[in-house]
């Protein structure tokens, strides 16, 4: 019997990265937001390596942050490293990452939850779903409590008919020996919505002060303070180093000796893992050309002994684990706290999903995170912040938000999972997106900001420093496009210094910066602004005078796709009364139902002969009778 435990507009099962950032999100919007999670001391909590950010994902935090998301406010103030990558190369690929004081990660978040307005936080495993007539209704709890709200956002990440399995044993589990949710799965599968069995894992944590360190190689944080989130002003200067070391010919033979005893080649595990974050075991069959390979030593927090062993993901056996971590430099004598394992789990296929992550089966059910078939906390996030934006969206009667994949990571990322699916956990790549020149590290409040604004998740007071910062980059801009540098002998100094050939004749500052060696820096010492600029605002009129042409190139081809993408097509449209479309991109229109003519061009299996074909139908005005009018 249950009993009526209250009505919401939001409801959020699963406190993890997805499920914080959903209920942030929606109760920013002005949704009456209920989120349910396993265990309220475990809220974000990091089941694997203890860090946020790196190419790709780092790029997504600020996002999230520029769309009014809290991963990137919280891990500025919990981390205790932080480093710019890819600082050689171009602005494109360059990204943040940060180490994470886990404990205090989760305390800090749990801390953001409980004082955000509209949003109620509660302890409770949700056993089913309410739906009917295909609607969401709302949720009940194994202590009989029903919550009611229009729309619910599934989040519960590695939960779902979760198994661990170490060597040979085996049990029902979530992440760090959490429960794991059986039902609500069975009951999507009874709702008709596909599910597939992934497969993650994660590597020991061994005691710091049974390591050597003096047989590794010191990694230390930077100095030059760093932020995600665009509203940071204090910063954390006492970082913490990582370390450096590598296996070697005797922890392979103790591997290759021990195959056998892997679940992952032993037969046990049948899920399907990340390509891109393999088990040690893997990376030995698969490149056993490699004599050595990394092995990354991270602190989880400052005020723990724990460190983790990146890079040794394994489901061997515990003893074959300690054998296999005393051939390793610095790792001799270290002592096992936790030992590594894998964990298989059920996930949604994401082409269930429509664009704004709601399903297709069931009116306001959402899904959210790992899931739906991703890997890392930042892709859960993303979507996230985006399933909760939406949820909101329906639940209050708003215009719903869809990122196209040249405004954000988070774009590309959906638009992936829903229109092409994913046959394994799915990882961000910078060369997933094919406009990330315009998607970058530096330029994500530019691209974001003005939409969390119009949807509410970011301040008014936010918006104007924003605005503000926008102005400044374009009045430098013009400046520097009025200002003449003649070749004198100051000029000249400059020139030569920076690597640069010598003027002949006069030239606008604005030309002499688009030569490759030219730093903002270099015609700031010429002529300087009168105007006290903030280096981000002088990163940007740098990068957008450097890259101008690329950038045109860019938004050319941004125009093009935008044109594909808002050519509709409707919901009802009967594919299989279209003539001339190849049998397989029949089959794949019929099954993801793309929106538009954009991202039908993008599912797998349809080319460009049938994407002619379709948007013939469109513009001959058939479509009415293709949907059987």
Request: hydrophobic share 35%; charged share 30%; proline share 4%.
């Amino acid at each position: 019997m249950t009993y009526d435990a209250g009505h919401y507009d939001v409801i959020v099962i699963g406190a993890g990265h997805a499920g914080v950032e959903a209920g942030l999100a929606a109760a920013k919007r002005g949704a009456k937001t209920l989120m349910l999670t396993l265990n309220l001391d475990l809220v974000a909590f990091m089941p694997c390596n203890p860090s946020i950010g790196g190419p790709a994902k780092g790029i997504v935090v600020r996002e999230i942050d520029a769309l009014g998301g809290a991963m990137g406010k919280v891990i500025d103030k919990t981390h205790i490293q932080m480093r710019l990558l890819n600082t050689r190369k171009g602005p494109a690929v360059r990204a943040l990452r940060a180490q994470a004081d886990k404990p205090l990660y989760i305390k800090e978040m749990k801390r953001l939850l409980e004082s955000q307005e509209n949003l109620t936080l509660r302890q409770g495993m949700v056993e089913k779903l309410l739906v009917e007539d295909d609607q969401v209704k709302g949720v009940v709890t194994e202590t009989k409590a029903a919550y009611y709200a229009p729309t619910v956002i599934v989040t519960t990440g590695t939960f779902m008919r979760g198994r661990v399995i170490i060597g040979d044993l085996s049990y029902e589990s979530g992440p760090n020996n959490q429960r794991t949710s059986v039902s609500l799965s069975e009951q999507l599968e009874e709702l008709g919505i596909e599910m597939v069995r992934f497969k993650t894992g994660t590597p020991m944590r061994v005691n710091s002060r049974t390591i050597d360190y003096s047989k590794t190689e010191i990694q230390p944080g930077e100095e030059e303070p760093r932020f995600f989130s665009y509203e940071t002003t204090e910063y954390i200067t006492d970082q913490i180093p990582c370390w450096l070391t590598y296996t070697n010919e005797h922890t392979h033979k103790v591997i290759n000796d021990n195959l056998g005893l892997s679940a992952m080649y032993s037969g046990m595990i049948k899920g399907t893992g990340p390509r891109y974050c393999p088990s040690i075991e893997d990376k030995i069959v698969r490149f056993n050309d490699k004599p050595r390979h990394q092995i990354f030593l991270e602190p989880e927090g400052r005020d723990t002994e724990e460190v983790y062993v990146q890079g040794m993901s394994t489901s061997l056996p515990e003893y074959v684990q300690k054998e296999m971590m005393e051939t390793v430099p610095g790792l001799e004598n270290a002592e096992i706290m936790r030992a590594g394992y894998a964990i298989e789990y059920d996930s949604i296929v994401p082409t269930n999903l429509w664009p704004t992550l709601e399903t297709k089966k069931i009116s306001g059910l959402f899904t959210a995170g790992q899931l739906n078939g991703t890997s890392g906390y930042e892709e859960a996030a993303g979507q996230g912040i985006m399933a909760g934006i939406n949820a909101a969206a329906k639940a209050l009667d708003l215009e719903p938000l869809i990122l196209d994949r040249s405004q954000g990571y988070i774009g590309v990322m959906i638009d992936d999972l829903v229109t092409k699916g994913t046959s394994e956990p799915y990882r961000l790549l910078t060369s997933r997106a094919e406009f990330r020149l315009m998607l970058r590290h530096d330029n994500a409040d530019l691209r974001l900001t003005e939409i969390g604004h119009r949807i509410g998740t970011i301040s008014d007071e936010r918006f104007a420093r924003f605005e503000e910062k926008k102005r400044l980059i374009e009045e430098e801009k013009e400046r520097l496009n009025k200002l003449i540098l003649k070749p004198t002998e100051e000029v000249q100094e400059v020139v030569e210094a920076a690597g640069g050939s010598l003027l002949k004749d006069a030239i606008r500052a604005i030309d002499l910066m688009r030569r490759p060696e030219m730093k903002y820096e270099a015609i700031e010492k010429l002529s300087p602004s009168e105007k006290q600029l903030d280096d981000d605002v002088k990163e940007q009129v740098e990068i957008q005078i450097k890259y101008a042409g690329y950038i045109k190139k860019a938004l050319d081809q941004i125009e093009k796709m935008r044109k594909m993408d808002a050519k509709s097509i409707p919901e009802d449209i009967d594919y299989g009364q279209i003539n001339g479309l190849a049998t397989e991109a029949r089959e794949r229109l019929k099954k993801v139902r793309p929106l538009s003519v954009g991202q039908a061009s993008r599912v797998s299996g349809v080319n460009p002969a049938d994407v002619s074909i379709l948007l013939v139908y469109i513009e001959q005005g058939k479509i009415a009778k293709v949907s059987g009018e």
